[in-house]
């Protein structure tokens, strides 16, 4: 009796240690994964946000050194002006008050991302010798920018298409009542430029009931160098 009594009592004991181990196992397992994220935010891991890098004008992938970034849309309709951003800076939009329908143009000095000047030129009821003029006297070695809002082709001429043309542009010789167009060009470009697209207005296949979808463009625009 005393002997198995005396086991009993150890059993007793065996077990009441090996619970409290288990106790003290769970406890400090508990405050282990309580400590854990607390250690983690200690530790500086950058979380997913603060590890994106802003790029310029929003573009989703930065540019190589000497190129400049860009970002062009064109008007919706006639109801939501173009917009232009180049080097993270907005040169024209509908917030700056400088866009208007028809034509908005935007020069930029090639070698340095200067912006020189931003005008719109009225292409339904305006004067295409005005667009004719500026067109002709942009200087050597500057970069023009492009955005048609809700009609860029109602006094389009063919003299306007050929001084577009020059500037790079391949869609400038069928451009049309309300076509959305968008471009990138510039004064001494030698071929046709990659920054550009078009949409013709088309009733069947708008996305807007007189007016096809507005256009979007980002894109690296390398410096000029001489
Ligand atoms: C563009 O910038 C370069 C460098 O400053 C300058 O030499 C050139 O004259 C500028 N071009 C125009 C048309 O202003």
């Known amino acids: 009796m005393r002997v198995s009594g005396l086991l009993h009592l150890l059993a007793l004991i065996f077990c009441l240690v090996i619970t409290w181990v288990f106790v003290r196992s769970y406890i400090n397992f508990n405050m282990k994964t309580n400590r854990l994220p607390r250690w983690m935010g200690d530790c500086s891991v950058p979380s997913p946000a603060s590890r994106l890098v802003k790029t310029k004008c929003g573009l ?9 970034a860009f970002k062009i849309s064109s008007g919706a309709a006639n ?3 173009p917009s232009m951003c180049f080097e ?3 040169i024209m939009s509908p917030v700056k008050n400088n866009v208007g329908r028809g034509l908005n143009i935007a020069l930029v000095n090639g070698t340095t991302g200067k912006v020189m000047t931003q005008k719109y030129f009225d292409m339904y009821s305006g004067d295409a010798s005005l667009l004719v003029k500026f067109l002709k006297e942009i ?11 809700d009609d860029p082709g109602t006094k389009m001429n063919d003299e306007i298409r050929k001084l577009f043309s020059n500037l790079g ?3 400038a010789k069928q451009l049309g009542f309300r076509d959305s167009w968008i471009f990138l060009g510039a004064r001494d470009l030698n071929s046709k430029s ?9 009733p069947d296949v708008n996305k807007y009931d007189g007016w096809p979808e507005l256009l979007e463009l980002e894109g690296c625009v390398p410096q000029k160098v001489y």
């Open 88 to 90: 993270g800076q907005t």
């Open 60 to 68: 989703s992938k930065s540019c190589p050194d000497n190129f400049f």
């Open 79 to 81: 109801v939501v002006g």
């Open 169 to 171: 542009s391949t869609y």
């Open 139 to 149: 200087p050597e070695g500057m970069l023009v920018l492009v955005a048609s809002y």
């Open 194 to 202: 990659p920054f550009e697209e078009f949409l013709k207005n088309n």
